[in-house]
């Protein structure tokens, strides 16, 4: 292997990495307050992408410069947030939040199967691809390797925002407090005067913005297909396990960690590629149950 | 807690006031009315046939409700089953029927039993995906080896012989049919009394109370990797029965949606309920072939829409509603002596 072959694989990581740790996070930030693992989490990811195309084309068809499609992203992620995921809480989960585990997973797995059928409904089965936004910022040459600056400077960037962001948020604004206090005792939190259901609708849209957001900051780089949704939830589940469910920072390491391991395969074994994410999961999970920043949760008799 | 895996009790012998007389009664008629099937309506007989391979793969998905778990992979087991029928078939032209069946069912066992060692650390949200997960990656070795497994396409699965015999198209259904109904009857049965066993009783403790399981000694693990291979094992009947009768395997046995379609049947029927696994099968599969015409691009969101409604108000399944029918028939019957319908 050599340099120029190692750099690809390393930026190919990076950057694949930075896309599932932003959908990862949502998934990992809805299941920390809420203790609900939210499955259509990957449907939400497939509308955004979807979404960001479809606004994408009808914008520059009207004779927009290409750089508009980034407001635009920013636009579909709070579109699938808003007339997504606040209806989903509303309407559902508000009901089962006393129910068993199970029964929750349940809840939202259908959810999940409604969500697929009506991306084919309204979008098709053909492909899209819609790659503006990724040529209108250009390409950068390190080390002899030319890359996207879209891929390798712009993705990475916002997912380091968005992780220190979401901290800064959730540690050091009032509503971030709120969220933190309602998740450590809901209860105690309601008798203070913290309206709990609130808090809980804000947090999963925002999840759900990330998801979409997650979505639309990757429609330029593949094409949209449908089954994405599904193949992203299991993977996005594999980075929230191996760091430990609700682990924020913890996220961030396992995705780079799986972002890698899975661009490296690419160039070494590519057959296997799609595997390495899970191997990588149940490698850590066999040896650290809990994932690897989880800590083993004390048992309630 | 009143959740959709409690069936009500359903241990059928046990049932207080005469209901068990009744209920036996019901199965054996709808077991002979299924077993006329090929006389009555022969244009029926492959989709039931169909139907009860799934019922089959179903029960292995209730086996797991039993003891509050839900697995959205099994569908695993299903395709392992049916490739290894498939495998056996090519390097072994002209095997037995039985030899698939074991083969399948090998298959299935050895590889619930990996996974099973593993996924047994786990309950609920972790045990479900961790299984998704496993079945995502059997999926994808199928469709990326494909110079071995054929891809996409999968492979062809030619007729077994039956005990040395090769037989017509006709017959070997025939054969298939009558065998999918005693292994229907018979892991149905096997399976109700393997829940009213101690080891079936403490693998229903870990949905009650799995610390007081520790308590007493007992390993959940265990016990729970137990009732595993049972229901991959069932899995793998299904699996196997399936790909005989439609003579080809493809990556979509092993598909999410496939899975999917196994936890809805168990909670359509009644989650937990072993009739209700067949009954819930039967009725989807039929609805399904005639919904198709007019709703096929719209399938996965009605099934999605009526899990919905089912877990929100009718919780205990088909099974729940027809104890109800029952319970309430024999209430009115007693007092008013008139035919509640």
């Keep these: 292997m050599n340099l120029t072959i190692f750099l690809l694989a390393l930026f190919d990581g ?3 990495a930075a896309l599932v740790f932003i959908v990862a996070l949502g998934l990992t930030l809805i299941f920390g307050v809420m203790r609900i693992l939210n499955v259509a989490h990957g449907s939400l990811y497939a509308i955004g992408a979807y979404a960001t195309v479809s606004l994408t084309g009808f914008f520059l068809a009207l004779g927009f410069a290409p750089v508009f499609a980034f407001p635009l992203m920013l636009v579909s992620a709070v579109l699938v947030g808003v007339l997504l995921g606040g209806p989903i809480e509303w309407l559902l989960l508000r009901r089962i939040y006393d129910k068993p585990e199970v029964l929750q997973l349940l809840v939202t797995f259908a959810v999940f199967m409604i969500l697929e059928d009506v991306q084919r409904l309204l979008w098709g089965t053909q492909p899209y691809f819609q790659a503006s936004a990724l040529q209108a910022l250009g390409n950068v040459t390190v080390f002899g390797v030319t890359y996207t600056v879209y891929q390798l400077i712009l993705l990475p960037l916002v997912a380091i925002c968005l992780l220190f962001g979401l901290r800064f948020f959730l540690r050091h604004t009032v509503i971030g407090k709120l969220i933190l206090a309602t998740t450590e005792d809901r209860e105690a939190a309601q008798s203070i005067g913290i309206d709990a259901d609130r808090v809980f609708l804000f947090t999963f849209v925002v999840g759900a913005v990330l998801a979409g957001l997650g979505g639309a900051l990757a429609s330029p780089t593949t094409s949209i297909l449908p089954g994405m949704g599904a193949d992203m939830i299991v993977l996005s589940f594999a980075v929230v396990a191996t760091a430990g469910l609700g682990q924020i920072e913890g996220a961030a390491v396992t995705a ?43 048992r309630k008799i | 807690m009143s959740d959709i895996s409690r069936h009500t009790t359903a241990r059928g012998d046990v049932k207080s006031g005469g209901m068990p007389s009744l ?14 099937v090929p006389f009555i309506a022969p244009s029926m007989q492959l989709l039931i046939n169909l139907a009860l391979a799934k019922g089959i793969a179903v029960l292995g998905v209730t086996v797991l409700l039993r003891a509050g778990q839900v697995s959205f992979g099994h569908a695993l087991f299903f395709g392992i089953s049916a490739y290894a029928g498939a495998f056996l078939m090519a390097s072994l032209p002209g095997a037995d029927l039985i030899l698939v069946l074991i083969a399948g069912v090998l298959g299935a066992a050895l590889s619930g039993l990996l996974v099973g060692l593993f996924v047994v650390r786990y309950r609920g949200i972790f045990f479900g995906m961790l299984n998704l997960a496993f079945s995502m990656i059997f999926w994808s070795i199928l469709e990326k080896f494909y110079h071995v497994t054929g891809g996409a396409d999968g492979i062809r699965l030619p007729r077994p012989t039956v005990l040395g015999m090769a037989l017509e198209r006709s017959g070997f259904e025939a054969v298939i049919f009558y065998l999918s109904i005693a292994l229907m009857v018979g892991l149905g049965w096997f399976t109700l009394r393997w829940f009213a066993s101690p080891v079936g009783q403490i693998f229903q403790t870990i949905k009650t109370n799995e610390t007081r399981l520790e308590y007493l000694g007992l390993s959940p693990k265990r016990v729970l990797l137990s009732g595993y291979l049972l229901s991959a094992i069932l899995c793998g009947v299904g699996g196997s029965l399936m790909a005989m009768t439609q003579g080809v395997v493809t990556p979509e046995y092993v598909w999410w949606v496939r899975s999917a379609e196994m936890v809805f049947i168990a909670v359509l029927g009644g989650a937990g309920s072993v009739r209700g696994a067949f009954i819930g099968a039967l009725i989807y599969e039929i609805v399904r072939v005639y919904a198709s015409a007019y709703a096929g691009d719209i ?30 028939g024999g209430k009115r019957r007693a007092t008013t002596a008139e035919e509640a319908r």
């Design chain 1, 256 to 298: 780079l960690m799986i972002g890698l391991g899975r661009s490296f395969a690419v160039y070494v074994w590519p057959e296997v590629a799609v595997l390495v994410p899970y191997l990588i999961m149940v490698l850590v999970l066999l040896v650290r149950p809990e994932g690897l920043f989880g800590s083993p949760v004390a």
């Design chain 2, 23 to 36: 209920r036996a009664l019901l199965t054996l008629l709808a077991v002979l009315l299924l077993a006329a």
């Design chain 1, 14 to 16: 990076i950057s694949y």
């Design chain 2, 299 to 328: 399938w996965q969101m009605l099934l999605g829409a009526f899990l919905l409604v089912i877990i929100l108000f009718a919780p205990k399944g088909i099974m729940g509603i027809a104890d109800g029918l029952i319970h309430r």
